[in-house]
């Protein structure tokens, strides 16, 4: 158990919706990450905030949207869903915020759009 | 952007055969991270390399971080089947950009 926790665990919705999907990181870890890992793909950097601020992005599309509230935990919006953006979403939360430290994954969010 | 190239893609062995992942960076890295992700499992931390040319073991895995801070390998002495999974690497500059992955299938 990694401490990182991912709800809800399986989604499955339909092209065109929008889903949430929430993040609570490691007590005490500031800094929260969100990846996108497809069918036999590597892990897509989406985003990292740290203590509440956006604190790098990487390819996230404009479709897409986080948060991290003042609790720390963060929540990603997937808005317009197409199917290509089916995959495995995982949360994963650091205790800095420069990328000197471990990442603590979850377990992930599967996500199903037919 | 930032790119992390890792092969191979997937490597086939046999029980106790070793095996080897490599990571190659176009730019100079902070520090990189590797990690493994089993089968329906998720990431978890294996090691962070630091310093120029630094080799680090861990039983029968080793990691060396290329002394030009651009390469990185881990090493798999002796597989078992319980070195089954993904191997990633991990490169920081300013963000933490995973490579694709080594799949490492071990056959008894």
């Known amino acids: 158990d990694s401490g990182v926790t991912q709800t809800p665990k399986h989604l499955i919705t339909a092209t065109g919706q929008r889903v949430t999907l929430r993040c609570s990181p490691r007590s005490g870890d500031l800094s929260v990450y969100w990846y996108q890992q497809s069918l036999d793909q590597g892990l897509q950097f989406l985003i990292q905030?740290?203590?509440?601020?956006?604190?790098a992005k990487g390819n996230i599309l404009e479709r897409f949207s986080a948060q991290q509230f003042p609790d720390l935990h963060s929540e990603l919006n997937l808005s317009s869903l197409e199917l290509g953006d089916s995959a495995l979403y995982f949360c994963?939360?650091?205790?800095?915020?420069?990328?000197?430290?471990?990442?603590?994954f979850g377990e992930g969010s599967r996500l199903t759009v037919l | 952007g930032q790119q992390v190239m890792q092969i191979p893609q997937y490597q086939h062995v046999q029980e106790g055969e070793d095996f080897t992942t490599y990571c190659n960076s176009s730019t100079t890295l902070s520090n990189i991270q590797w990690y493994k992700q089993r089968p329906g499992g998720h990431p978890v931390f294996l090691i962070q390399?630091?310093?120029?040319?630094e080799v680090k073991k861990q039983k029968r895995l080793t990691f060396q971080f290329g002394e030009a801070k651009k390469n990185s390998s881990l090493h798999i002495t002796a597989t078992q089947t319980t070195d089954v999974g993904t191997y990633f690497c991990a490169a920081v500059t300013g963000k933490l950009i995973f490579g694709q992955g080594t799949t490492l299938q071990v056959k008894p």
């Open positions: 390399l630091v310093k120029s040319g």
């Open positions: 905030y740290y203590n509440g601020e956006e604190r």
């Open positions: 994963a939360s650091s205790g800095s915020g420069d990328n000197t430290g471990e990442l603590f």
